[in-house]
């Protein structure tokens, strides 16, 4: 992709996805003082920001890939209504946090949890990183990319889990309530980590299919998203 191309669709991207979440969570919260959301904003702007610049440096294929569509060519129709409902419950929990935060004053959260909750959210940021430093192929839609002449990758992150993009996102899903001081957001963590989890499950069978070696990758490297645990 032309650079000046990858810089617009980008910028434009970018500037949508932050504009949603902006509205997502102040507008049920109905407070535009509330600090822990533009906490979390800023961290995931700026996260966003070096991804992007470290990426266009470094890897600018790999960016143009994570910028293009959610629904594309020889992706499987389980990751398409995957990908899909995730994007619908993601916002939903967004506006269920901002509700119980700001507009009923359902949790009582202590500010040290807060604290904890951006951390976790920055090492998520940092894990991804690591992710995105390794594997060239780390594509939000799963498929083969034959165009690219994908292989598996087995070191760095991982050679100790199979799907660190995904273990990086448990860092994520627990930290953002706690960020954002929802108890009902942390109750809800679970459904979104099951969801990881079992597209980790689909994901592994497709590649083992479709990608030279990855079965004996999984031989290899046993845990899928938490060293120790599975």
Not at 6 to 24: D, E, G, H, N, P
Not at 180 to 199: D, T
Request: aromatic share 16%; hydrophobic share 55%; net charge positive.
């Amino acid at each position: 992709m032309q650079p000046t191309k990858l810089f617009v669709r980008l910028f434009v991207k970018s500037t949508v996805w932050l504009a949603i979440m902006v509205f997502l969570l102040f507008f049920p919260a109905g407070n535009w003082h509330w600090v822990q959301a533009w906490a979390f904003l800023a961290i995931f702007a700026g996260g966003s920001i070096a991804f992007s610049a470290w990426l266009w440096h470094r890897d600018p294929d790999l960016l143009a890939a994570r910028l293009g569509p959610l629904l594309q060519r020889g992706q499987p129709l389980w990751d398409r209504i995957f990908l899909v409902a995730f994007v619908f419950l993601w916002c939903g929990w967004l506006v269920l946090m901002a509700l119980d935060a700001q507009a009923w004053h359902t949790s009582d959260m202590p500010p040290l949890l807060n604290m904890i909750g951006g951390l976790l959210v920055i090492a998520g940021f940092t894990a991804t990183l690591l992710v995105f430093r390794e594997n060239s192929f780390a594509a939000p839609v799963i498929r083969v990319q034959i165009e690219r002449k994908q292989r598996v990758i087995d070191t760095g992150p991982y050679a100790l889990v199979r799907h660190p993009m995904y273990s990086a996102a448990l860092l994520y899903i627990v930290g953002m309530p706690l960020l954002l001081g929802s108890w009902y957001g942390f109750l809800f963590a679970p459904v979104m980590i099951a969801g990881i989890a079992q597209r980790a499950v689909f994901e592994e069978r497709l590649l083992k299919r479709d990608l030279p070696g990855y079965g004996d990758y999984l031989t290899r490297v046993r845990y899928r998203l938490v060293p120790g645990v599975w």
